[in-house]
């Protein structure tokens, strides 16, 4: 329930719902950003360093070069023989992209290019790390060794060329370094030499290693002395395996048999090699490929035509016999109109068996090209049978010079052409040509495809910025603590009393004191229209409406966990109330690190424990009239045992005596959730008050807080939000803090 007379206070000291009706949830928001600039500062900063650390990195090219894989169809006569689909499908067949792009990505094709290249061999300048290889891109000529002359790093455009590097295989992988020296010699080191070696430029060194003998050819090294090359010989498999997953094959265009090869890498000269290399491997393979089918098909039909020919010769010969030894009869037009169609018939059909036996080595029974052969045959033997009845039922004279003529035509013409094509497979199988060509050889990459610099920084800053404003975000809604008073009064049903503002004035008092410039820290005292100073003004107005129903003049404050300002807020309190013309007495009841006596200036002694200890004591150790009106009960000396001091009697009766002597006691306890010393003193207070810091004090530690002290009897009547800022409440609130601000400067410019 609200305490009568309260209203104006609350109005100046505390932000009730009704002021905040219609703030959406934007200047909340901007609000939270402002209070956390630093963390999203930062966070920005953390990944542009890092962004700019991927863009000095080795950048990353792409070469490329175009494959035309053609169609059968597109091949020349003079290199593709007619009876070629006959014997061998596979050169009618169209070319299936698909399956040349495997190819160009098998291991074959590969591992030549890596035998050719030798790219197993890796060799490279030793650079710094991050910003070497990124140096040396922009440095020209030759550099000077190492940094700081150690390290052996090169930083310009140094070179070495490996011929021969050949390891034990137990040393595939393993690094090796090879140091340039004088007169054309080197030093060769690695951790399976017993000592670093020397060697000569240009000549085939062998060197005795742990593992066996390794073989070392260094052709030319360009580079001053003490400059350090990397040398690696890689597993022949790893370094195949390697360019694979690396080889991107595409075609370019729907059907247009035409692929596109790319790779990536660091090197573009090794890039564009590398792919040249693949390039030729695969077109000689098509080559031969092509020419090994040609010599199979050569031999194949160099092997029918001895058949074919006693096969026509005794064709002539029946043909010569029955002309002989009867009356020749003249056929017909139609005779002759159907001997044609059967002759063509059988050589159609003849073809189709022959390329059906092909084709039943290398298909089963059910593959589309031989159930499409199959139909061809059963149609063309359809045929064949319709044309043989026609010619049954001419007279039998005519039908056997017929059937003569037509066995000499068939035998004559296959005969024909076998010799045709095996001289046109021939030329196929001397010129070696193929249906693959290389169209655009790979050239060296001068732009990188990655990392962009500006692109990369953008991004990074970017990121950086996200990233600040969701970890902002995250930490609100898991650790951070409290910033609506509004959020407080619907969460624990306590009134927030006073939203006491971060002073910057008693930040330099702070610095003072630890630099031993000053022994007087109290805000209120050097600074009194301070804004913070104000606030606790407004809340002593509230105060007093308060303590015209509690149960004594004893007020408490207190918090749940350390360094939420609740001693600042006590010492200036207290020191306020006394300028009101109020008997004060300031109580340090935190008999564990209480340090209330330093903000006055005030020296150890006796306070608290010792009164505790022995109670005739209470009026000498009171330090009186530190400042008008204003006394104070220091904590004393740290004793072992505070909870067993102050749960007794002794301490209740003091309070009681105190309570008598003076207008108000302001009791400062030790931290709530801390330890149990606030609990076991809360119920001597009659007002009990909160403290909790701004965007650090959670709402469940108010709660527990509140819980406890209920536990012991005594009633939290509200609570004081310290140290909220003016800036990060500016959105939420515009101009409301500003103008109480301009008016408490202006005081203290009088004041000054």
């Not at 050819?217 to 580079?223: D, L």
């Not at 090994?292 to 001895?306: C, G, M, R, V, Y």
């Not at 002073?503 to 630890?514: N, T, V």
């Not at 005594?714 to 803090?737: D, E, I, W």
Request: proline letters at 5%.
């Amino acid at each position: 329930m609200r305490i009568p007379g309260t209203a104006m206070n609350v109005e100046q000291t505390s932000i009730s719902s009704s002021v905040l009706a219609g703030h959406g949830d934007l200047p909340q928001m901007l609000d939270l950003l402002v209070r956390h600039w630093r963390t999203i500062a930062i966070t920005t900063g953390v990944c542009l360093l890092l962004g700019g650390v991927i863009a000095l990195t080795s950048p990353i090219y792409q070469a490329n070069l175009l494959l035309r894989v053609e169609d059968q169809g597109d091949v020349p006569s003079t290199s593709k023989p007619e009876l070629l689909s006959i014997v061998s499908p596979s050169f009618d067949a169209k070319s299936n992209a698909e399956a040349e792009m495997q190819v160009i990505r098998s291991r074959l094709i590969v591992a030549n290019a890596v035998d050719k290249l030798k790219l197993d061999l890796i060799s490279a300048p030793h650079r710094f790390p991050l910003i070497g290889a990124w140096l040396a891109r922009h440095n020209t000529g030759l550099s000077k060794p190492g940094l700081l002359g150690l390290g052996g790093y090169a930083w310009g455009e140094e070179q070495i060329d490996v011929d021969t590097f050949d390891v034990p295989r137990k040393l595939e992988g393993r690094p090796f370094a090879v140091t340039a020296l004088t007169g054309g010699r080197y030093e060769l080191s690695g951790s399976d030499l017993a000592s670093p070696v020397t060697g000569t430029v240009g000549k085939t060194e062998t060197f005795k290693t742990k593992k066996g003998d390794l073989t070392l050819r260094v052709e030319r090294i360009v580079a001053a002395p003490g400059i350090r090359f990397d040398l690696k010989r890689a597993s022949r498999q790893d370094a195949i395996d390697e360019i694979q997953k690396r080889l991107q094959v595409v075609e370019q265009g729907d059907k247009s048999n035409v692929l596109n090869v790319s790779m990536r890498g660091s090197d573009p000269e090794w890039l564009s090699g590398t792919l040249n290399a693949i390039g030729d491997e695969y077109v000689s393979e098509n080559n031969d490929r092509n020419a090994t089918i040609a010599a199979n098909s050569l031999t194949f039909l160099e092997h029918q035509l001895p058949a074919m020919k006693a096969e026509m010769e005794a064709a002539e010969h029946r043909y010569n016999a029955y002309r002989n030894s009867n009356t020749l009869v003249d056929a017909s037009e139609e005779g002759r109109l159907i001997m044609q169609r059967i002759a063509d018939a059988e050589v159609q059909l003849l073809n189709l068996q022959r390329t059906r036996a092909e084709l039943a080595d290398r298909y089963t029974p059910s593959h589309p090209i031989v159930v499409a052969v199959d139909n061809q045959i059963a149609l063309t033997q359809q045929y064949l049978n319709n044309q043989k009845t026609r010619m049954k039922a001419m007279p039998l004279e005519e039908q056997g010079a017929l059937g003569l003529m037509r066995d000499v035509r068939v035998t004559t013409e296959l005969y024909s052409t076998v010799r045709n094509n095996i001289e046109e497979l021939r030329l196929v199988q001397a010129s070696k040509a193929g249906f693959a060509q290389v169209i655009d050889r790979a050239e060296a990459p001068e732009h990188p495809v990655r990392p962009i610099a500006s692109l990369i920084v953008f991004a990074s800053a970017l990121l950086g910025l996200f990233a600040g404003v969701a970890i902002t975000y995250v930490r609100q809604l898991l650790i951070a603590g409290v910033t609506e008073p509004e959020e407080v009064e619907a969460r624990t049903g306590l009134m927030v009393y006073a939203m006491v503002p971060h002073s910057a004035k008693q930040h330099e008092l702070d610095r003072r004191a630890k630099a031993s410039e000053a022994n007087d820290l109290i805000l209120a005292h050097r600074y009194p229209r301070d804004p913070t100073v104000e606030s606790l003004r407004s809340f002593r107005s509230a105060l007093q409406f308060a303590l015209q129903g509690a149960p004594n003049n004893i007020v408490m404050l207190a918090g749940p966990l350390p360094q939420v300002g609740k001693s600042f807020v006590a010492a200036n309190l207290a020191l306020i109330m006394a300028m009101a013309g109020k008997r004060v007495l300031l109580v340090d009841g935190d008999l564990r690190k209480g340090t209330l006596h330093r903000s006055f200036g005030l020296e150890t002694g006796a306070g608290l424990a010792e009164v505790l200890a022995d109670p005739t004591l209470f009026p000498e150790v009171i330090r009186r009239d530190v400042l008008p009106n204003l006394d104070i009960l220091m904590c004393g000396t740290y004793p072992p045992n505070p909870s067993e001091l102050l749960n007794g009697t002794v301490f209740d009766n003091l309070m009681h005596k105190a309570s008598a002597q003076y207008d108000i006691v302001l009791l400062d306890s030790a931290p709530a959730l801390a330890v149990s010393d606030a609990g076991i003193i809360a119920p001597c207070a009659g007002s009990v008050f909160l403290v909790a810091r701004f965007s650090e004090t959670r709402i469940s530690e108010i709660e527990e807080t509140t819980k406890r002290f209920a536990q012991t009897g005594a009633r939290v009547c509200g609570v004081m939000l310290n140290g909220f800022t003016m800036q990060s409440m500016k959105y939420l609130h515009p101009g409301r803090y500003g103008s109480h601000a301009y008016i408490a400067s202006h005081y203290n410019a009088s004041a000054k």
